[in-house]
């Protein structure tokens, strides 16, 4: 009875000595007091062993239930050596951004598949602590508060670090890239990576940068590269991937609220499926969920998940309204189902080699279940295998997906107009400067489509092809044909990931068996009629072509085509470029046209056209 808890003058069920110290009373109560509340504690009553009697007390109180991302992990020297001006010691350093303190005993601390469990420390409102192995203590104690364990290691390049509180509930987890570090040189070693806004906590790489301090990072006190950098982007859905008939995973383009993110309620499907009758999270970044479907799909049907807005990320942005994803139970691609569509081998610096596919086929495929390879052309073998997806990956008809090591890279060298369209590989197959052979293959080793490509094929006039991606004109043209080939316009920056390549240009038949187009063409390489296309429809197949480009007082100009076999349809392009490799003069074109039948007959057509450039 001598203490009363306010409001309410609740008293305690129970009032214990510590066995270890009598000036402790430990106080239980029957009921459990709400989180961040303020309670006053009076006491009244309580002598000493003399008898003295104190004067009546009060004192003021409140409980914290750690909520997410009141603790963030808020540095990480993943490899100091070759030290800049720190010891050379890895450190997680973790940061209080609450308003009240909290002892982190019996906390964990998870290096990839490693745990640690954190010993009793009070970390202040607004403090730091750095985390790191017994031997690195001492040295690492002078910057501020260390906790240390036996061991201690934090992977180079990438990984995952995840906190948990006594319970088992993630607090803050992260998925680091050493392409967060934006520096090459800095990547090399000695350098931490910093989180620049701690009000922004799950933004990845766009919220973390290397540190711009001369000691090569800051344990123990605010980041060097500290700013308001807040996040304003509502998530919306990436893509869905099929499991099974009765379970697909969703795939958000940011980490989302780990409560909304499991709510059935919040997932809607068409074509009779509705809302799932489970809903699973994937934590610990919460960016993607597994759900169980009430009914099966069925092959052949494309469906449409949609969710609501009450999906929320880590700053409480909702969902954008109406998001939605197409997908379907994947079918298995045969050759030529999907096409190599654009290959970037020579990158700029800081940029990394990309190959975009392209889906020309009616099915809906799985890029998990194909492989991106060199191919030798001579024994005809895969060589340097490197797997697509780990997870289901679909691409629709008429999509194009893009597939490298570093998307982020890309997308700051080059515009896309399809940020979704991209996938970052774990390896991938190398690609020489000058020549090579790349290939989509099955599991099994079955091509889908191999492209040799040389720097030849490039736009004779460009004075240098780094950072110039190769480009397909015609998808449904072969991948062999060199013609079918040519550098992406400067209009576009000279790459065209994840959308229609600037050189696009469908062969246009019709009941004449040859047909040029356009009218007018320019080979200014600005992706605007840079090509003349040479379409013929013969109807039957077995026939051989040769194409001769004169001018128009009846010079040779360029031998385009020599005895190449034909397929009932199909079409050669011409850049505008002579035998000797210069651009060809405004002006007229004749186009010579030789058909050889396997008959014997031989056809002959001329076609003229107009190669057209600014006076």
């Known amino acids: 009875n001598n203490y009363a808890v306010n409001p309410g003058q609740v008293h305690p069920v129970s009032a214990t000595k510590d066995p270890s110290n009598p000036a402790i009373i430990h106080l239980v109560y029957s009921q459990p007091f709400a989180s961040d509340q303020i309670y006053s504690l009076n006491i009244i009553n309580v002598a000493d062993i003399a008898g003295n009697v104190m004067n009546s007390a009060e004192i003021s109180f409140?409980?914290?239930?750690?909520?997410?991302?009141?603790?963030?992990?808020?540095?990480?020297?993943?490899?100091?050596?070759?030290?800049?001006?720190?010891?050379?010691?890895?450190?997680?350093?973790?940061?209080?951004?609450?308003?009240?303190?909290?002892?982190?005993?019996?906390?964990s601390i998870t290096l990839g598949t490693t745990k640690k469990i954190i010993p009793q420390f009070v970390l202040p409102a607004g403090g730091y602590v750095i985390l790191t192995n017994t031997g690195s203590k001492p040295l690492l104690t002078p910057y501020g508060p260390v906790i240390d364990f036996s061991s201690f290691a934090i992977t180079n390049g990438s990984g995952s670090i995840t906190l948990k509180d006594n319970n088992g509930r993630i607090i803050h987890a992260v998925s680091y890239s050493d392409s967060w570090f934006q520096s090459s040189y800095k990547k090399d070693g000695g350098w931490s990576l910093e989180m620049v806004d701690p009000m922004n906590p799950c933004s990845e790489g766009a919220n973390w940068m290397v540190c711009s301090n001369e000691m090569g990072g800051t344990p123990g006190k605010v980041n060097s590269v500290n700013a308001p950098n807040p996040d304003n982007i509502s998530p919306s859905i990436s893509r869905v991937g099929v499991n099974d008939a009765t379970h697909i995973t969703v795939w958000f383009s940011e980490t989302v609220?780990?409560?909304?993110?499991?709510?059935?309620?919040?997932?809607?499907?068409?074509?009779?499926?509705?809302?799932p009758g489970m809903v699973s999270s994937q934590s610990p970044d919460f960016k993607s969920a597994y759900l169980t479907l009430s009914s099966q799909l069925v092959t052949g049907v494309v469906y449409t998940l949609t969710s609501t807005n009450s999906i929320l990320d880590c700053a409480g942005n909702p969902l954008l309204t109406g998001t939605s994803a197409r997908f379907a139970i994947p079918l298995i691609a045969v050759a030529n189902d999907l096409v190599?569509?654009?290959?970037?081998?020579?990158?700029?610096?800081?940029?990394?080699?990309?190959?975009?596919?392209?889906?020309?086929?009616?099915?809906?495929?799985?890029?998990?279940?194909?492989v991106l390879s060199n191919y030798d052309t001579l024994?005809?073998?895969?060589?340097?295998?490197?797997?697509?997806?780990?997870?289901?990956?679909?691409?629709?008809?008429?999509?194009?997906l893009v597939?490298?090591?570093d998307s982020t890279s890309i997308k700051k060298f080059y515009k896309t107009t399809n940020p979704k369209a991209f996938i970052n590989m774990s390896g991938f197959p190398s690609m020489n400067n000058d020549l090579g052979v790349v290939a989509i293959t099955n599991k099994s080793g079955l091509l889908i489509d191999v492209v040799a490509?040389?720097?030849?094929?490039?736009?004779?006039?460009?004075?240098?092809l780094d950072g110039v991606s190769l480009e397909r004109i015609n998808p449904e043209r072969p991948s062999k044909d060199?013609?079918?080939?040519?550098?992406?316009?400067e209009a576009v920056g000279y790459a065209t990931p994840g959308y229609k390549n600037s050189q696009f240009g469908m062969a246009v038949t019709n009941e004449n068996e040859i047909i040029l187009s356009p009218d007018i063409f320019s080979p200014d390489n600005d992706g605007y009629n840079d090509n003349l296309t040479i379409a013929y429809s013969f109807g039957v197949a077995g026939n051989n072509a040769t194409v001769t480009i004169y001018d128009a007082t009846g010079r040779l100009i360029r031998n385009l085509i020599n005895h190449e076999l034909c397929g009932t349809s199909g079409a050669f392009s011409w850049d505008g470029i002579t035998n000797d490799r210069t651009k060809a003069l405004i002006g007229r074109y004749i186009v010579f046209v030789e058909i050889f039948?396997?008959?014997?007959?031989?056809?002959?057509?001329?076609?003229?056209?107009?190669?057209g450039g600014k006076l």
Request: charged share 20%; aromatic share 10%.
């Open 482 to 489: 060199i013609t079918n080939w040519h550098s992406a316009s």
């Open 62 to 107: 409140s409980w914290h239930q750690a909520k997410s991302f009141d603790i963030l992990i808020n540095e990480i020297m993943a490899d100091p050596t070759p030290p800049v001006n720190l010891p050379e010691s890895e450190y997680v350093e973790l940061y209080n951004r609450s308003a009240f303190a909290m002892d982190l005993k019996n906390w």
């Open 379 to 400: 024994s005809q073998v895969i060589t340097d295998y490197n797997e697509i997806s780990k997870e289901p990956f679909l691409i629709l008809p008429g999509e194009y």
């Open 257 to 275: 609220d780990s409560t909304n993110i499991k709510n059935a309620a919040n997932y809607t499907i068409d074509n009779g499926i509705g809302n």
């Open 453 to 464: 490509y040389n720097s030849s094929m490039q736009y004779p006039l460009l004075t240098n």
């Open 403 to 405: 597939l490298s090591t």
């Open 340 to 370: 190599i569509n654009e290959l970037l081998y020579d990158p700029p610096t800081g940029c990394v080699d990309f190959v975009e596919v392209f889906n020309r086929s009616a099915k809906v495929l799985d890029m998990k279940e194909l």
């Open 597 to 611: 039948s396997m008959d014997g007959k031989v056809k002959h057509y001329k076609k003229s056209a107009v190669l």
